[in-house]
């Protein structure tokens, strides 16, 4: 078993990463909400697949929607969600391999003023 140190320190680097490409791509998020989406999110920020979200897939995208949006987020279904998908995946760049997931629930969250869900 992995000691506490290490799964914070691994936390920690993980928030980090988040927060510099935030920067990086001119993305206006707090620190402390990505911190929060973040530890929201759970152990699927350590796999490689999961931790990014494949926005060219369909599938994926309506799960998004589907699991965040409408179950976690409370919305409506309509054409909003899906307008707002969009939006996200310009901001963080369409040619961007690295579209955390991190990153695109928090902008999601912050659109829909919907912060107060990982408070």
């Known amino acids: 078993m ?3 140190t290490y799964i ?4 920690d680097e993980k928030i980090a990463a988040y927060v ?7 993305l206006s998020l707090d620190e402390a909400f990505i911190a929060k ?6 152990p699927s ?13 369909p ?3 309506n799960r998004v929607k589907q699991n965040f949006l409408i ?14 998908l969009e939006e996200v995946i310009t901001a963080i760049g369409k040619s961007n391999k690295n579209k955390y997931r991190v990153l695109v629930y928090a902008l999601l969250a912050k659109k829909f003023k919907k912060e107060s869900v990982y408070q």
Do not use: Q
């Open 2 to 4: 992995k000691s506490l």
């Open 8 to 11: 914070i320190s691994k936390l």
């Open 20 to 26: 510099a490409e935030s920067k990086k791509l001119g």
């Open 37 to 42: 989406v973040t530890k929201g999110i759970g």
């Open 45 to 57: 920020i350590y796999n490689a697949d999961s931790e990014t979200i494949a926005a060219s897939d």
């Open 59 to 61: 599938e994926e995208l």
């Open 71 to 84: 179950k976690k987020l409370g919305l409506k279904d309509g054409p909003d969600l899906d307008k707002a």
